[in-house]
């Protein structure tokens, strides 16, 4: 017998809600299991896009190179602090984290080609 992994989502899930409801019996172990089956739905399901927007989204921040004469405009990634001329570039050339809406969705919909994603 072969699963998808969507298929296995829901099948955990029901676990889930089985084991929530034993809780109510005073069995210690229900919850140590209802833990774990809650650890296995949030790795299946992958990082969120608020997830992905808090933990690895970068900004690009502006400053000025002070040692020209005619000071130029650079932006430095505030994740890894990697420099560069370029505000609007998708992804960080230095350390590769989103760095724009457009990248987030295109980091989304990577996760949900590998099977990650929606609770569908
Ligand atoms: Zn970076």
């Known amino acids: 017998m072969s699963m998808t992994w969507k ?26 299991d209802c833990e774990a089956l809650k650890v296995a739905l949030s790795a299946l ?12 989204r970068g900004e690009w921040i502006a ?10 405009r650079y932006y430095s990634c505030s994740k890894c602090g990697g420099r560069g001329h370029l505000s609007k570039k998708n992804f960080c ?4 984290v989103p760095m724009t809406d457009k990248a987030v969705d295109m980091v989304m919909e990577r996760l949900e080609a590998l099977g990650y994603g929606k609770d569908d």
């Open 7 to 32: 298929e296995a989502i829901k099948q955990i899930e029901s676990l889930f809600e089985h084991c929530e409801a034993m809780m109510t019996s005073d069995e210690p172990v229900w919850s140590q």
């Open 63 to 72: 400053y000025l190179d002070g040692e020209h004469i005619m000071p130029e």
């Open 45 to 56: 399901r992958g990082p969120t896009r608020e997830q992905v927007e808090r933990v690895w």
């Open 93 to 96: 050339d230095f350390c590769g």
